[in-house]
């Protein structure tokens, strides 16, 4: 057993903002966007035992599949397609690295939801000053609009292909308005059915992605070489573009705040340490599994392209239509013949309509449908996460999925409206490098507080999670300032370049800070850092990184309502 002791610290005045909030909010434990009691939260079966028991993983799955519905999103197909037609099978190990990496930042995340109670924009809420606080919701809003945008360009395109092209895209943006709400409505019927739909979604798409894989049947030792070799030859700068597209696209920000939502909807006693432990166990083998689903089905989709259509021109995937009688959308290729196909969603499915016929571009346009839809739901629950904990604000389901599509249906109807398919679907690519912009403002949060004994007690990060989760918060930093730099250099309106510079300056600066406040977190009070005046009066504020909640029942960190303690942990195996 480990030695724990509890030392009370002082209470400390609060900032006069978190001063204004109600003394006893007690956290919603639910993921549901209405507020449920206590008794619709799931109940996890089974005696306190050391054995592991598939009752209760069962009873923990959901979250983690919800979760990784973002790992397989519209934005993420679109990666896919590029990794494999641009680096044929080279940067499968990025794919792979990228999901790992993914997995130690979503195990944070939910950690931080099962110890505390509080999701992470809950957190923020209480450790951040006004400022940064405000920006931090400002930048998810962005990134969740960014993803809605990619589900509805998806959602118009399957519906494209599907109807024959009867369907058009400004019709398919339209009609996601209305298939929103058919989602909020089945919201109504419970969490477990509802995480039942999103699995059958999960499924089809499976199914749908490894019906092509195995049609395409691709050179499987090549296909791990590229998993397993983590170098890529004669790669150019186009191709490092992708690579920072993957990442954007795998890890997506606002899923880190989904995330620690998700996981307060099993009924935890968190005034046991052992419960605590055994939520973080069960919780972390099902976001494994999930993320491995996912891994495979991105791998079937980068496969099947780099396969079918590494480096072939516009004129090569022509022939081939003509030559299997395939004219319904083939003169999308006839348009630039000599060039190489630039590829996306919707003329990878005419490729596959061409190459096996036209039940595998069906195949293809359920499964992006399946991406799309089962999307828009998770978007909807991190939106509502964000507003509630960043703003301390609770919209109704109807309103916030409202507001977020109607911004995001903005600007993709008037592409879909006034420009080709192609012109949509490239903006999916776009939609990618803003997602990778945004990780810090997810990763960094998140390791800060798990990193705080105050918040976390017993359950800290060790050395390794913070040694990794900080390598990669740094690498996406320094990718990011270096595309933001890069970018200057293709701008010649003068109005760009003050924005582009405007947005450098302030993306620099609150990174400055979310470091710096990352650092006094894993460090102790009395610490250089901690003691630096500057620190003290524009990082940390008046109230420190102590952790402080108002509950109604006990905490693993607080036998005391209302009290702070910091923890010493003589025992270090016990983290999970």
């Not at 405000?134 to 109807?163: C, H, P, R």
């Not at 024959?164 to 996601?176: A, F, P, R, S």
């Not at 600066?509 to 460090?523: N, R």
């Not at 960190?557 to 009290?563: D, E, F, I, K, P």
Request: charged share 15%; hydrophobic share 45%.
């Amino acid at each position: 057993m480990s030695s724990v002791q509890y030392m009370p610290l002082p209470m400390m005045e609060l900032p006069e903002d978190e001063r204004r909030e109600k003394p006893n909010r007690i956290s919603d434990e639910s993921t549901s966007l209405t507020s449920p009691s206590q008794d619709e939260k799931v109940i996890i079966p089974g005696a306190d035992s050391n054995k592991f028991s598939f009752l209760k993983l069962w009873a923990f799955t959901g979250p983690g599949f919800l979760m990784s519905i973002a790992y397989l999103d519209p934005g993420n197909i679109q990666s896919d397609l590029k990794s494999g037609t641009t680096a044929k099978y080279k940067l499968l190990w990025i794919l792979m690295w990228s999901t790992v990496l993914g997995l130690v930042m979503q195990r944070l995340s939910a950690r931080l939801g099962v110890v505390t109670g509080l999701h992470l924009a809950e957190m923020c809420y209480r450790q951040y000053r006004l400022l940064p606080r405000v920006f931090l919701w400002l930048m998810m809003e962005v990134a969740i609009i960014g993803s809605d945008m990619q589900e509805v360009i998806g959602t118009a395109i399957a519906l494209y292909l599907l109807s024959n092209t009867k369907i058009e895209l400004w019709m398919g943006v339209l009609i996601t308005v209305v298939d929103t709400f058919t989602f909020l409505l089945l919201d109504k019927y419970g969490l477990r059915k509802l995480e039942l739909l999103f699995g059958i979604l999960i499924t089809i798409m499976a199914v749908a992605f490894g019906y092509e894989f195995f049609v395409v049947q691709p050179d499987a030792v090549e296909v791990l070489k590229g998993m397993t070799i983590p170098w890529c030859t004669s790669c150019d700068t186009e191709t490092l573009g992708v690579a920072i597209g993957i990442v954007g696209a795998v890890i997506m920000p606002h899923n880190l705040y989904l995330h620690s939502g998700l996981v307060k909807s099993r009924q935890i006693d968190r005034s046991k340490r052992e419960k605590v432990k055994e939520a973080n166990f069960y919780f972390f083998i099902e976001a494994c599994v999930a993320l491995l689903v996912s891994f495979i089905i991105n791998v079937f989709v980068v496969s099947v392209f780099a396969h079918g259509m590494y480096k072939k021109t516009n004129h090569d995937v022509y022939e081939v239509c003509q030559a299997n009688n395939f004219t319904d959308h083939s003169d999308i290729f006839n348009k630039t013949p000599n060039s190489i196909v630039d590829v996306d969603i919707y003329n990878s499915g005419v490729f596959l309509g061409c190459q096996f016929g036209a039940a595998a571009m069906y195949i293809w346009a359920v499964g992006i449908l399946a991406a799309g839809q089962s999307s828009t739901m998770t978007g909807c629950y991190a939106g509502q996460f964000a507003m509630e904990g960043f703003l301390n604000l609770q919209w109704s389901r109807w309103k916030r999925v409202l507001f977020t599509r109607l911004v995001a249906i903005a600007p993709t109807f008037y592409v879909a409206f006034f420009s080709r398919i192609d012109q949509l679907s490239s903006l999916n690519d776009r939609l990618n490098d803003i997602m990778s912009l945004q990780l810090p403002f997810a990763t960094l949060p998140v390791i800060a507080f798990t990193s705080n004994p105050n918040i976390m007690g017993v359950f800290v990060n060790g050395l390794a999670n913070k040694l990794v989760s900080c390598l990669l918060s740094t690498v996406v930093i320094i990718i990011n300032v270096s595309y933001v730099i890069s970018s200057f250099k293709h701008i010649n309106v003068w109005w760009q370049w003050v924005f582009l510079s405007v947005y450098m300056v302030m993306y620099v600066c609150m990174c400055f800070y979310l470091v710096a406040h990352t650092a006094c977190s894993m460090a102790s009070p009395d610490s250089l850092i901690g003691r630096q005046s500057f620190i003290k009066k524009y990082i940390l504020g008046q109230s420190g990184t102590e952790f402080h909640l108002e509950r109604d029942y006990e905490s693993p960190l607080s036998r005391v309502t209302g009290s702070r303690y910091s923890v010493k942990d003589e025992d270090s195996s016990s983290r999970i």
